[in-house]
Each structure stands twice: as C-alpha cells, then as structure tokens.
C-alpha cells in the first residue's frame, strides 16, 4: 500500500493490479517496515508485554532481514545506482537489468567478449554491509541500553542516514512529483529516532538528578 499511494497512476484505471501485480514487483521495505512495527507493538499490547521491549528484541533481526533481503535486488537486477568507475564498480548485462538506465550509464557502457554492459554503484551492496554491521552493533548493544525502545530507535537512526545517501545514488528513486520519496522518509525517520533517544536520555538523566 505503500508503493500504491505514492504510484497511483499505475493503478487507478485498474485497481485489482494491486493485488495480482505482487508478482511484478511494488513491494517497498518502507511498507514492511511500517506494518512489522504496527503488528509488533499490537502483539506486545495484546499478550501484555512492553511493546517497546518487543520492537527492541526484533530490531536487529530487521537489520539482518535487510542485510540479506538487499541480495535480491543483485539478482532481480535492480535497485542500482548511476555509473561509477570506483573499486566497488559493478557490471549487468544492459538487456538484463530491470531498473531505469540513465543516459550517463549508457554513455558509459563496456562491451566484453560480444556483451554490453553498463557499469554502476552496486547500491545494494553498500546498504546490506552496512545493515549487517548495523545488527552485530545493535546485537552487542542490546544488553546494555539505557531503556526500553532504544535498541527500535537505534536502529531507525542508523538505517535512515544510510538510505538517505544511498537514495542520491539510485536510479529508479520512488518520487511524489518531483519529491524523492525515500530519501524524505529516511531523512525523517533520522531526525525523528534521534529525537527520541535524545530526550530519553535527558530524561532518565534528570530523573537520576
């Protein structure tokens, strides 16, 4: 639902794609984020468990799922960003890739042995390293955080500042007119995590006063 409202163009003169086109694609992790969150805190309220004791057992667990799920993308051919000529370069087959080419990838396309390939940011790459250094950091932590929620909101903060970089690179950005979707999403999620561990920690610090 997610990918729906911000492509409604795509749907709207045939509203049962959104249901048949799963198998095409339009599944957004900024919509399995939301509703993972809504169902745990729902679950923790329900079974009368901290809900923020749930979200912050789970939260490395979305920084693995991330890490692993971001490898789909390698094999679906999608979700790379604009071309790159640095040690980290990766090359598709042009007549394979699945996301939109800008003219700069193709003005920079490399034939080898008879096959064209475009040569780009392996965005992927970068974001499933980081969100596996993300759930050992938060793995480690976990033990030792200061209250409940932190651990959830640690790890919205850390994957919020890398999409947003990783949006700026990406060729097939979700956009609301001429807004970038995801990166406003991450920036917020950024800003909206460190506010909260912020004032926690100011709070329990006054309290400790």
Known sequence: MFYVAFNWELYRHNPITIITGIRS????????????II????FGRVRKIDPWLVLDTCAPSFALGQAIGRWGNFFNMEAFGVYTNNIFAMRLPINQ?????????????VIDRGVE?????????????????A?????????????????????LMSYGFVRFFV?????DQLLAGSIPVSQVTAM???????????????LLRRNAR
């Open 117 to 133: 390939f475009i040569q780009v940011h392996p965005t992927f790459l970068y974001e499933s390293m980081w969100s596996l250094v």
């Open 188 to 202: 917020l999620m950024f800003l909206v995590s460190l506010i909260a561990i912020a004032s926690q920690r100011l």
């Open 25 to 36: 694609g339009g599944l957004a992790i900024w919509g399995g984020l939301i509703a993972s």
């Open 167 to 171: 949006e700026m690179l990406r060729t």
């Open 97 to 109: 890739v699945t996301a939109p080419v800008t003219p700069s990838i193709l003005a920079n396309t």
């Open 39 to 42: 169902c745990l805190y729902v």
């Open 135 to 155: 759930f050992a950091l938060l793995t480690l932590y976990r033990p030792h955080k200061k209250f409940s929620g932190e651990v959830f909101w640690m790890f």
